[in-house]
């Protein structure tokens, strides 16, 4: 079994002032650094054996500093962990452009299948090389709440800036089972899937998780 605990990047600019980020590489404001000291307080304490992200500059960032707060070995970025491509949409803000597009359905979006399915594979091949490791992985929201939204079949609220979910991956040669024991530091009662490992996609999710479970609807 790994255990993996993944944290929300800090705040960025694009972040405070409600523009869509996604793949755009925006660095950490001084809010957002702050957010990632203080990203594992407050946790029950855990055992970490290192510390990954995506390859963005905003989840390196964090990554870095929570793993140089806490003695946590950095071990590298993994591209496909970085954030949904949200096209056009991307630097704009989130209001005006779902209004344009109602459902988030922008130019040059990436499907929520390929979201899920490069982040699961992403984790899977960390799993099967790292087995019985703690693990922090930095990501982004949109990603770790479609992943989550995946493994327990709920429709998820927005994950905040700074906040640690944790994920357990048991990888066997037929099937693996992934279990959510908590999400935005908020613990749960185990939501757990079994998959067979025969290459088809682990989880699939429709188009309307796209939008965070409660924000409201775009106006007319």
Do not use: K
């Not at 925006?26 to 702050?34: A, H, M, Q, W, Y």
């Not at 793993?67 to 496909?80: C, N, Q, V, W, Y």
């Amino acid at each position: 079994m790994t255990l993996f605990g993944l944290v929300r990047h800090g705040q960025t600019e694009f972040n405070r002032q409600g523009l869509f980020q996604g793949v755009s590489d925006v660095p950490l404001n001084d809010t957002g650094r702050e957010q990632a000291h203080r990203a594992l307080d407050a946790l029950p304490p855990i055992a970490w054996d290192a510390a990954l992200s995506s390859t963005l500059s905003r989840a390196e960032e964090t990554a870095r500093i929570i793993a140089e707060d806490h003695a946590i070995p950095f071990a590298g970025t993994d591209a496909r962990l970085v954030e949904i491509d949200w096209g056009a949409a991307e630097g704009n803000p989130v209001g005006e452009m779902e209004d344009r597009y109602p459902g988030r359905t922008f130019p040059g979006r990436e499907t929520t299948q390929s979201v899920i399915d490069r982040a699961t594979a992403a984790l899977d091949e960390i799993a099967s090389q790292r087995p019985d490791q703690n693990l922090l992985v930095v990501a982004h929201g949109t990603l770790i709440r479609l992943l989550l939204s995946g493994v327990t079949g709920e429709h998820l609220p927005s994950i905040p800036n700074g906040t640690l979910s944790q994920l357990e991956v048991v990888t066997g040669p037929e099937q693996e089972t992934w279990t959510v024991s908590m999400v935005a530091g908020e613990e749960l009662a185990p939501r757990t899937r079994t998959v067979p490992r025969d290459g088809t996609p682990r989880f699939a999710l429709p188009d309307h998780h796209l939008r965070p479970r409660g924000l409201e609807p775009a106006r007319d």
